[in-house]
């Protein structure tokens, strides 16, 4: 029999312990119990599906990057884009007057 060592939280340990004590097992044979069905799964025996909000997120981003790198301002410092948007705004105010 091997032995699995894994590093976690003591407060996670003891609130899945706790969940596991009160379905009338012990953490070992939880952890036995999911190491099982991922193998019968072929996987993770659960949903591991990132939300499509998050998803748009993260393709936004990704975009917004891909369009600072085509641009050249990718490496710009929080201060030259703060004085960019400063200089964009007061051009605004002017062309506003107009």
Known sequence: ????????????KNKATAVYNELGI???TAVRMFLKRSVLE????????ISES?????LAI?????T???NGNSSMTL???NDEIKKSR??????NKK
């Open 79 to 81: 201060e030259e884009i």
């Open 1 to 12: 029999m091997a032995v699995l060592q894994v590093r976690l939280d003591e407060d996670l």
């Open 62 to 66: 990704e975009d917004m990057r891909d």
């Open 26 to 28: 012990d953490l070992s």
């Open 42 to 49: 072929g996987g993770i025996p659960f949903s591991t599906r």
């Open 90 to 95: 007061l051009e605004r105010k002017k062309r």
């Open 68 to 70: 600072s790198e085509k």
């Open 54 to 58: 998050t998803l748009d997120a993260i």
